[in-house]
């Protein structure tokens, strides 16, 4: 996209995206959930104003509207959590401005996932949906407890419920509904959560890295035990070789555009998939360090069609996400070193909220982690 000057990016968390369109020099604008300080000090303008408040529900497609209107962009980038707004992606798409997976993209390979693992012959939880309590009930005793709960439409590990058993499951509709009606019931994987960052493109699909997936972690502060911790990239050994291989069939057969990924969990049996993210992934900036690229870049290359080729990971790179212990003001991070998502000081910040997230670099998975860990450790005692 020669003529590119200006990108809107827009989802849960841009910074990173943010970043690495701003390394490209290009002008950026974003609207986002947590309006981060480092985010706004990287963008030329911010929706909704910061700093950000706990349990605040946006205007997405509403605040995308306001900003074309007072910018001239170029092209649309999507994040996390804007593959449940369909009316916002349908809108980018009929002004020209998406780049990336269109809405009819994104729900056909979230919903078309499992069928398409099927045909493939790849491994996949068996899985329903359910509009009651006493429905999700039901389809667990079909399906064998345990399973999960999970929002239909949902991000970063929120709402989901394990559920052992028939009470379990009726007493967890309401938690992983969210009011929307329904739920996934799906047979519960146990193993190690994993996932894999892909290209796409020309009905190719080519693997960037696969990476390890934290969850549930709660000495990082995590309110769930499925929620989001981060990750370490990249992760090699048992099921890495394999996964590559499902991620780039699946890619294929989905005929997903751009910057995708695929999230496994490497049971005793081998890799099993479980679920799709069809727009850029929170493994963003350790894929970048690895491979020594830049994924806006190569995002929207495969976007044109052109295509490329990667090497080998150098390295590991980690992130870890923090969150907050409890109903507090933020105090100032910003001398801690590798922190990045900063909260602004004095910023009000809910119990189990993200408070910030610490990267780490190094040659081996120890050196990589036990700098972030140290780092974390620091913040969560000042916190105390």
């Known amino acids: ?42 963008a030329e303008g911010v929706l909704p104003p910061p700093p950000s408040s706990p349990g605040e529900k946006l205007d997405w497609r509403g605040l995308c509207s306001r900003l074309l209107e007072e910018r001239e962009v170029d092209a649309v980038l999507c994040t996390s959590g804007m593959e449940h707004q369909p009316r916002l992606l349908k809108e980018l798409e009929r002004r ?10 994104m729900e056909g390979a979230r919903r078309n996932l499992f069928r398409a693992a099927s045909r493939l012959g790849i491994p996949f939880p068996p899985t329903e949906e359910a509009g009651s309590p006493e429905e999700a009930g039901e389809k667990g005793e079909e399906l064998g407890y345990p399973v999960v709960l999970k929002p239909l439409r949902g991000g970063g590990g929120r709402g989901v419920v394990l559920a052992r058993s028939r009470k379990e499951a009726e007493e967890g509709f309401g938690e992983a509904c969210s009011g929307r009606g329904k739920v996934l019931v799906q047979r519960y994987v146990e193993g190690r ?3 894999v960052s892909l290209m796409c493109g020309r009905g190719e699909a080519t ?49 997903l555009v751009g910057s995708n990924g695929l999230d496994f969990v490497i049971s005793e049996e081998g890799p099993v998939v479980v ?21 806006v870049e190569e995002h929207l290359r ?3 069609g052109e295509g490329g080729e990667y090497g080998e990971p150098k390295g590991v790179a980690v992130k870890l996400v923090l969150y907050s212990p409890g109903d507090l003001l933020a ?8 922190v990045v998502d900063l909260p602004w000081k004095g910023q009000r910040v ?14 081996r998975r120890e050196e990589a982690v036990g700098e972030a860990r140290r780092t974390a450790e620091k913040i969560l005692g000042l916190l105390r």
Request: hydrophobic fraction near 40%.
């Open 207 to 255: 693997c960037l890295t696969v990476n390890e997936q934290l969850v549930g972690d709660p000495s990082l502060g995590a309110p769930g035990p499925f929620s989001y911790c981060g990750g370490v990239v990249p992760l090699r050994g048992r099921g890495a070789e394999r996964m590559a291989e499902y991620a780039e069939a699946l890619g294929s057969e989905l005929g």
């Open 1 to 42: 996209m020669k003529d590119l000057r200006t990108v809107l990016v827009v989802g849960v968390n841009t910074r990173p995206v943010v970043k690495s369109a701003r390394a490209l020099g290009l002008r950026v604008w974003a609207v986002d959930r947590f309006r981060d300080l480092d985010l706004c000090s990287l």
């Open 331 to 338: 105090p100032d991070l910003t001398f801690f070193p590798g």
């Open 96 to 105: 020209g401005l998406l780049v990336g997976n269109s809405w009819e993209k």
């Open 302 to 304: 495969w976007c044109e």
């Open 350 to 363: 809910g119990r189990g909220q993200p408070l910030c997230s610490v990267l780490g670099l190094g040659p």
């Open 275 to 295: 679920e799709v993210n069809p727009r850029f992934q929170g493994t963003l900036e350790q894929v970048e360090a690895v491979l020594g690229i830049n994924l």
């Open 193 to 195: 959560s994993a996932s």
